[in-house]
């Protein structure tokens, strides 16, 4: 996370529980997007001098919340619908981008965060 502070012109934040903006703010560069689709059960803290000094924007779009997701989950079991995904380390982000601009994508891209974090 550290190396990538001000790197990025745009996040999409699909976290559904409560969890600190700040270190997704500081990713991105400046006049950068954080938009938020997960709608946590509790308000977050927003911490505006980051936005005012980086000229940063956080927007929201509303695709429902935990009970609609649940409800989709449940669904998509019920009728055996799966998902074909490929999941890669964040180090492979940059090769990722690559390989969607070629339209060599088969499977959408989930980045796993959480293993990458514990390995460093």
């Known amino acids: 996370m550290q190396a990538a502070l001000g790197t990025m012109d745009g996040i999409i934040d ?6 600190p903006l700040l270190p997704l703010i500081d990713l991105l560069k400046s006049q950068g997007k954080l938009v938020m689709v997960g709608a946590p059960n509790r308000p977050l803290e927003l911490p505006i001098f980051p936005l005012l000094m980086g000229r940063k924007i ?3 779009s509303n695709i429902g919340g935990m009970k609609e997701t ?3 989950i449940d669904f998509a079991g019920k ?3 799966t998902a074909d995904v490929e ?3 964040m180090d492979y982000v940059n090769t990722a981008m690559e390989r969607l601009e070629k339209a060599d994508v088969r499977y959408r891209f989930v980045i796993d965060i959480g293993n990458t974090l514990k390995a460093a």
């Open 14 to 19: 699909t976290v559904s529980a409560v969890h």
């Open 58 to 60: 956080v927007a929201g």
């Open 70 to 72: 649940q409800e989709m």
């Open 79 to 81: 009728h055996n619908i």
């Open 87 to 89: 999941v890669v380390p």
